[in-house]
């Protein structure tokens, strides 16, 4: 009785970016209500040298597509980065999660020692075994670029509570 | 080869709450820099009916104490959440990351199945198993208010990069 690589990376990852989804169908209906431009909330940045909302729901989702991928081998496509709406970073969204449910859990399944390198930054690698990268990188980062999209939301007023982003844990 | 309870816990817990302190440290050096009231900060809110500063830190200590107490049975200390001060809250972190060093290993390993019932918002609870409970309960709520910690700093004006929050991730 232990945990797998599979089960500690595909479910927490899905779950994460269905809740991400859903999200942005508060933030749309936010926007829809109030009738305001939804550029206000896509290229809000909670600090001027921080990334806009539409970075981080990018980054959040390669945080899952990338990191899956490496530690299973399982190619991942690659996507061009060019979703400013809604709608298009919730089809971003929905594409990443496509890619997730393509990737067998048995390629992710026993590559713990695996030696992953990762790029950091723009000019920089790292490596790490696949069990430190997903517990000690790709997790942290995903939850981090997540929980600054629900940061920027609630900061714009978007009615959004701690059960939104929980949505969905399983039981 | 799999990943086991303790690991999928104590490290995670222990690197993020030091990042944590880490963060706090620059909040301090910010103060003292600008010589501003430290309660801008401490105090901050993203929005009106979101939890100020002190208390992500408040929650994000207690998800790891309480967390790792519930999985293995090892009784949490319990304290007062008196704290107001930077220096106290960088207090609450150290007497947090004591007592999770002061939980062995074997008490966590091997609990994956263990039910764990915990409370969910003033009135209810809510029973998952330890695995499920750490990997989509736990730590999903811990990075939540450590990324809102740096959140708010950010928004203030503390130079903070994901760096330092991913600090001391074990390679």
Same mark, same amino acid.
């Given at each position: 009785? #232990? ?9 927490? %990852? ?21 009738? %305001? ?6 290229? *809000? ?15 959040? %989702?390669?945080? &899952? ?44 399944? /026993?590559?713990? &020692? ?10 920089? #690698? ?6 430190? *990268? ?30 939104? *982003?929980?949505? /969905?844990?399983? /039981?």
């Amino acid at each position: 009785m #232990s945990i797998s690589m599979s089960s500690a990376s595909l479910p927490i %990852c899905a779950t994460m970016l269905s809740n991400l989804g859903h999200m942005l169908d508060k933030a749309q209906a936010f926007v829809d209500d109030k009738k %305001c431009d939804p550029a206000a909330l896509t290229q *809000y940045r909670l600090a001027p040298d921080m990334l806009p909302f539409t970075r981080q729901i990018l980054i959040a %989702c390669d945080a &899952a597509k990338n990191g899956v991928a490496r530690i299973s081998g399982v190619e991942a496509p690659k996507f061009d980065d060019t979703e400013t709406t809604l709608a298009e970073l919730k089809a971003r969204i929905d594409k990443t999660l496509a890619f997730l449910k393509s990737v067998p859990a048995d390629k992710l399944d /026993g590559t713990e &020692a695996k030696e992953i390198t990762f790029p950091v930054g723009r000019d920089a #690698s790292r490596t790490m075994r696949a069990e430190a *990268y997903l517990k000690h990188w790709m997790l942290p980062n995903l939850f981090f670029h997540l929980t600054l999209v629900y940061a920027i939301l609630r900061h714009n007023g978007v009615e959004l509570g701690k059960k939104d *982003y929980l949505l /969905g844990a399983a /039981g």
